[in-house]
């Protein structure tokens, strides 16, 4: 049993590394999909056979290559392309002396640290791309961040809200629950070479927490995140959408739910009371024992956070 165990981790390090070995290789980027190489065919049946034939969601993550760093003059050439045709002469003039300025002072050593660091991260970048450009950007994150889903605007079986409602969040439920079991195959350019999937792990149960500065993004485990967000009348209701089997409801159970939020929404005359930024009538039960809870304006802390991060430079806190 242990020598079987030992051989099975073995295997799997060795297919590992050869895949990242094999990734490495970037000459098919430089040939015309029509005329492929001998060499980029070859290449390919190897990385296709090395991959797996179902490969799972996050199974090919540790082969992927490291992010090159780029050589530094490259860089600041590269830089002055791009800015040239966005300024006058005397400005790309300034630019071209501080880019050999920062070539012939501090860059080399910041280039040495971001070899360094390329060494034990997987994407040098990805870390403060996240911060600095996402998480400290104040624009508003409806059309500029945030994605969002329709059902088909073409082809419409009914023209009532909640069975359409109730389709779309079932159909969103079985693709996280397909993410949540590492069902879906990784995406591949040519159908071959596999793309990273570390997306796919904070694409739902996911919340940015809002700050002056800067925010904080929150991610939930499947086993907290078990409910959605309905709004009506500018009032919120937290549906819990997994029975006691831990199944999915059905789009009827859904679409049942949903008319409830509607006629009770449409039939509620309380009132939200806010002094200072703070939400002062506590959360009540809507009915017993139908999983639905009633939240006036705002859910709890956590939520928040996700509906006053909607509107540019406005807290709750």
Not at 225 to 232: K, L, N, T
Not at 245 to 250: A, F, G, T, V, Y
Not at 288 to 308: C, D, P, Q, V, Y
Request: charged share 25%.
């Amino acid at each position: 049993m242990g020598i079987s165990f030992v051989f099975f981790i073995t295997l799997m390090k060795v297919r590992q590394y050869l895949l990242r070995i094999l990734l490495a290789y970037r000459g098919w980027m430089y040939e015309n999909v029509r005329e492929v190489s001998i060499k980029t065919k070859l290449w390919g049946l190897t990385v296709k056979f090395v991959s797996g034939y179902q490969p799972s969601l996050y199974s090919c993550q540790r082969s992927l290559p490291r992010m090159p760093v780029p050589p530094l003059d490259e860089t600041l050439s590269k830089l002055l392309d791009s800015l040239k045709p966005l300024c006058s002469e005397e400005e790309f003039k300034q630019y071209s002396k501080e880019a050999a300025d920062f070539e012939g002072t501090i860059g080399p050593r910041l280039q040495r640290l971001l070899h360094l660091k390329s060494w034990w991260a997987p994407n040098y970048v990805s870390d403060w791309w996240e911060k600095y450009v996402y998480l400290m950007s104040r624009l508003p994150l409806a059309i500029n961040s945030n994605y969002y889903a329709l059902d088909h605007y073409i082809w419409t079986p009914t023209n009532r809200q909640v069975s359409r409602a109730a389709n779309v969040v079932h159909s969103i439920l079985y693709f996280k629950r397909q993410i949540d079991r590492e069902e879906l195959t990784p995406l591949l350019l040519r159908n071959t070479i596999p793309v990273c999937m570390a997306q796919y792990e904070r694409l739902f149960s996911s919340v940015r927490v809002p700050g002056e500065e800067i925010d904080e993004l929150l991610h939930f485990d499947s086993t907290e995140s078990r409910h959605v967000v309905v709004w009506r009348q500018g009032l919120f209701y937290q549906l819990n959408i997994y029975d006691d089997k831990n199944q999915i409801l059905s789009p009827a159970e859904l679409e049942r739910l949903f008319q409830d939020i509607i006629d009770d929404a449409d039939t509620n005359t309380r009132r939200v009371s806010v002094r200072a930024n703070a939400v002062l009538l506590p959360s009540q039960p809507l009915n017993e024992g139908n999983g639905l809870e009633f939240r006036s304006r705002i859910l709890h802390r956590a939520l928040i956070k996700t509906i006053w991060i909607s509107s540019s430079r406005q807290y709750a806190w």
